[in-house]
């Protein structure tokens, strides 16, 4: 078992960035090519609707189903290498060519257990990490790497080869994901009743309301993002771009991303969590606007996904780093639950509801989001006070 607290953070960057670059790299599968996968399989677009929101939406109770255990137990890692195995299975079964309520049980439980894992992860990264969890952005920015390489290279290929390449390319970094977690160190196991003691005495510090602020904020941002993470690709393509084409931008966005994890370290040092936040959610709004009048034009896109920096980048660094100090070290995997569920997965659930509902190949989707992405700007705004100490 190694020591945490003896490693650089060099040491701890090199055992935790693999699975996070593997993990996001399955994003960048998933997510910006899922509707035209199933557009591909004789879908509507109110039925891809609901299986997107379907797949975030199990975020709502999936990261609990693993963080009742962890909590018990005081192990995470068993459990994210269960859910990645699984997360493999069900994704080769959508090759399997079936109707609506197939790839809908299909591509729900894999939802199911993507979901389950990423709280673990998270809370597994931030216990690693220890005195360094400010420079969390720059492990999760190996993430935003692979997923940046993985959708541009897919782009190009999805000109060339069929979609059916995707559960297989998905399957296969699942058994990635896997193996890298061997190079995590194990997490030292509490006993049970100095784990009870210590949640008792931590949970009474936790600053309710100002979680309560961030989770509906965070809710707010994702029911505008959600029309971005489903529609972007069928937008461009409606538009004249080439899948090409489309997987650049989309990498361009995540390349301006890691640029944002490199310094965020040292705006937290220089600002406050919530300045950055209503600065970055701003930007949002303006990022939404411009996408909602988007016409043929290769440099607006550029510069739209180019905001992408702040508009994801910022966001979820200071959601994480915010859920880091509201929450004590026994009680991150539940605080990094709630993120995921809560904030993200009813914000996703709902928001790709109402994005396949609207969703007629025009700019009103995004008008939607900026609406969305105001209103979470002015309860930043208003809402974030200091967090009370954990004393």
Request: charged share 10%; net charge positive; with cysteine.
């Amino acid at each position: 078992m190694t020591d945490t607290t003896t490693l650089s953070f060099a040491q701890k960057s090199r055992r935790l960035s693999p699975m996070y670059a593997a993990y996001f790299t399955l994003f960048g599968v998933f997510t910006p090519y899922l509707a035209r996968y199933l557009t591909a399989q004789g879908l509507t677009p109110q039925q891809i609707g609901v299986i997107v929101a379907t797949v975030f939406g199990v975020n709502v109770f999936a990261p609990f189903l693993f963080t009742l255990i962890s909590d018990r137990t005081g192990q995470r890692l068993p459990l994210i290498r269960i859910g990645y195995v699984l997360m493999g299975v069900f994704y080769l079964l959508a090759l399997k060519s079936g109707d609506f309520f197939w790839y809908l049980t299909v591509f729900g439980l894999f939802g199911v257990f993507m979901s389950a894992v990423l709280p673990q992860m998270e809370g597994v990264a931030l216990n690693v990490l220890g005195k360094d969890r400010s420079r969390y952005g720059q492990i999760r920015l190996w993430g935003s790497a692979g997923y940046v390489v993985i959708v541009w290279t897919l782009g190009a290929a999805l000109d060339r080869y069929p979609v059916t390449i995707l559960p297989i390319i998905g399957a296969v970094l699942c058994g990635l994901m896997w193996a890298s977690t061997w190079l995590i160190p194990k997490e030292t196991r509490l006993r049970a009743e100095d784990r009870k003691a210590s949640k008792g005495l931590e949970t009474a510090y936790i600053d309710w309301p100002q979680v309560a602020v961030l989770m509906a904020v965070v809710f707010l941002w994702q029911l505008g993002l959600a029309p971005y993470n489903t529609f972007f690709d069928l937008f461009l393509k409606d538009r004249g771009f080439s899948a090409t084409t489309i997987g650049f931008l989309i990498s361009f966005g995540s390349i301006c991303e890691i640029v944002v994890f490199l310094f965020i370290a040292g705006w937290f040092q220089r600002f406050s969590e919530r300045l950055l936040i209503v600065f970055a959610l701003g930007i949002t709004v303006v990022r939404w606007v411009l996408l909602a009048n988007l016409e043929q034009s290769f440099a607006s896109a550029l510069l739209i996904q180019g905001m992408h920096a702040l508009t994801f980048g910022v966001v979820h660094s200071v959601a994480i780093h915010r859920v880091g100090r509201l929450f004590p070290p026994s009680r991150q995997g539940f605080g990094q639950g709630l993120y995921v569920s809560m904030g993200m997965g009813v914000g996703l659930i709902c928001g790709n509801l109402i994005a396949g509902w609207l969703w007629q190949g025009t700019g009103i989707v995004y008008w939607f989001a900026a609406a969305m992405a105001l209103v979470a700007t002015l309860l930043a705004y208003f809402g974030f006070k200091p967090i009370r100490s954990q004393g």
